[in-house]
């Protein structure tokens, strides 16, 4: 079965960076793209990044928006995707999901990592 | 950045009725759309991708259509299980959802 399982968050200051990681598992990890999609409270789907499979460059793009901030990342070695977020801001507080994607669409959700940003 | 605008934001219907959700671009993404259903405090669950086709597990009353800018998601006949928000998403030139259109029973 496949599985997903985002791990990293917690309760981070303004201004202070946080990797997020994805741990797959049940697929070969090399042979998909990979997305994160964030969810503040009580709001709707943001998406955030992902990266093209390795047989496409493994070549990342993030939301414009994001991309000074957020960066996305993948060690096909490991099954494991990431989310480097620097300088986090109050409006990043959310829930974050990795995402295996078909056809660049979100086909397997993990359960999310609850990232806080508060002072 | 391409914007995604869904209609109507709130739908109240009945279990049975046919309802039809709208989708629209900014600019055309080709068949890169994908349609989510979100249920509170759950994770989203893809029913649709490339505009049209349905994704493995979801019931044939779901049925996906367009091109370019404007898109629609039909439920042939409501079931007690399909009230829930409902996400539209591009990933043509990297990627957006829409706000989502609530259906709530009526």
């Known amino acids: 079965d496949v599985q997903l399982v985002e791990s990293g968050g917690g309760l981070v200051q303004p201004g202070r960076s946080l990797r997020l990681s994805c741990t797959a598992s049940?697929?070969?990890?090399?042979?998909?793209?990979m997305a994160w999609v964030r969810q503040a409270p009580g709001k709707g789907l943001e998406w955030v990044a992902f990266i093209r499979s390795t047989i496409y460059g493994a070549t990342p793009e993030s939301a414009a928006s994001l991309e000074d901030r957020f960066t996305i990342s993948r060690d096909d070695s490991r099954g494991i995707a990431y989310l480097q977020m620097n300088n986090l801001k109050i409006d990043d507080t959310g829930l974050y999901y990795c995402?295996?994607?078909?056809?660049?669409?979100?086909?397997?959700w993990g359960q999310g990592t609850l990232v806080t940003v508060s002072s | 950045e391409i914007v995604l605008t869904q209609s109507p934001a709130t739908l109240s219907l009945s279990p049975g009725e046919r309802v039809t959700l709208s989708c629209r671009a900014s600019q055309s993404v080709s068949r890169h759309l994908a349609w989510y259903q979100q249920k509170p405090g759950q994770v989203p669950r893809l029913l649709i991708y490339d505009a049209f086709k349905r994704a493995t597990g979801i019931p044939v009353r779901f049925s996906g259509s367009g091109s370019g800018t404007d898109f629609t998601l039909t439920i042939s006949s409501l079931e007690p299980e399909d009230f829930a928000v409902y996400y539209c998403?591009?990933?043509?030139?990297?990627?957006?959802f829409g706000p989502g259109t609530k259906i709530d029973i009526k």
């Open positions: 998403q591009q990933r043509d030139i990297r990627g957006t």
């Open positions: 049940g697929f070969t990890f090399g042979d998909y793209s």
């Open positions: 995402v295996r994607e078909v056809e660049g669409a979100g086909e397997y």
